[in-house]
């Protein structure tokens, strides 16, 4: 009796653990520092109800298509894509609508005729243009908060002498942050020189590269190091280091500004390591890009999605019925 009892129980277990949905989630590339801590926090979120499978693009739309298209035949519910390509989501929408496959993208923003092919298609992101308006805070905070700046203005010319690391061309948010920070910087009287962009796609290895030729050829004259993301703020600071451009000469691991050497150097992202930077003094500030709260609009997004339930439900506001906006917040340790 006692038996069948156990064996009933392992049935109904059984029983329970195959009702458990399967959700894929497709990150464009895992060795983004970034969105490596963007998917342990939807994990995090997740919980138990569903069983979430990573799959890394590796930077290849050829191999994320891949795994879309097989996922898709196979006829599961709900995709969550971060998109190596967002210009290319076409084709992707077009075949989710054909099989009723519902789809969440974030943080890679596809374009709005293609986010306009489908109902079940959305959309849980950060704006931007607000990360850059912040960013421009900061340093305007750095140069006193007046256009006339302060000793930060090391040639005293009245003019900020800048180098922009920028991200990945095209992506939404290397294209509006490089932009809208000068103009924020601008539209306030402050005058800028962008002495020069290198384009280090996100990467800290490629910008610690990339400011190795910035310091070549600007010098002495670059007054600050905007970064489109921290990864790349830290590999700059890594070859500004390198070149004298941050002395920690009492070796405390720490930079004291008002007696070592240093530069300014700001980013965005948030990252833990990037905090541990700003309390040590090598990175100046950067901007809060809240992937908690994005991890948790797309759980609670999934839920809805997932039990057929309306999306005006969420506890998040949602916006043109597809849109999930969450914002950004500053932080330095001034
Ligand atoms: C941005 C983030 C970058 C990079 C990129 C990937 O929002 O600031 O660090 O992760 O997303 O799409």
Redesign the pocket.
């Known amino acids: 009796m006692r038996k069948i009892g156990l064996l009933l129980f392992a049935f109904v277990l059984l029983g329970c653990e195959a009702k458990k949905v399967e959700i894929p989630l497709l990150i464009?590339d895992m060795q983004?520092?970034?969105?490596f801590d963007f998917e342990e926090k939807i994990q995090g979120a997740m919980g138990d109800d569903f069983v979430l499978t990573t799959v890394d693009g590796q930077n290849s739309q050829i191999i994320q298509n891949e795994d879309i298209d097989n996922w898709i035949n196979e006829k599961f519910p709900l995709l969550i894509v971060?998109p190596v390509d967002r210009l290319s989501v076409y084709s992707i929408i077009e075949k989710a609508k054909k099989s009723g496959t519902k789809i969440i993208f974030f943080?890679?923003e596809p374009l709005a005729q293609d986010m306009a092919l489908y109902d079940s298609v959305y959309y849980v992101g950060?704006d931007a243009a607000e990360s850059a308006r912040i960013q421009a805070q900061i340093i305007m905070e750095l140069f006193g908060n007046n256009p006339q700046l302060n000793e930060f203005d090391k040639n005293g010319d009245g003019i900020i002498q800048a180098v922009i690391l920028k991200?990945?061309q095209g992506?939404q948010?290397a294209e509006a942050r490089t932009k809208v920070v000068v103009e924020t910087l601008s539209e306030a009287g402050y005058k800028v020189e962008v002495l020069d962009i290198g384009i280090a796609n996100?990467d800290r290895q490629t910008a610690k590269i990339a400011m190795d030729g910035l310091i070549a050829t600007h010098g002495k004259n670059i007054e600050v190091v905007i970064s489109?993301?921290?990864?790349m703020a830290l590999g700059a600071i890594e070859s500004l280091s390198d070149k004298g451009y941050f002395v920690d000469t009492n070796k405390d691991g720490k930079i004291d500004r008002t007696s070592e050497v240093w530069i300014p150097v700001v980013g965005?992202?948030g990252l833990d390591i990037a905090m541990e930077q700003i309390e040590s003094g090598f990175l100046y500030g950067t901007v809060f890009?809240d992937s908690q709260n994005m991890a948790e609009a797309i759980v609670e997004l999934a839920n809805l999605l997932i039990n057929g339930e309306d999306v005006s439900d969420l506890g998040f506001t949602i916006t043109n019925g597809k849109y999930i906006w969450i914002s950004y917040k500053k932080i330095t340790n001034q």
């Open positions: 464009y983004d520092a970034y969105m971060n943080n890679r950060a991200g990945e992506h948010d996100f489109n993301n921290d990864a965005i992202d890009n």
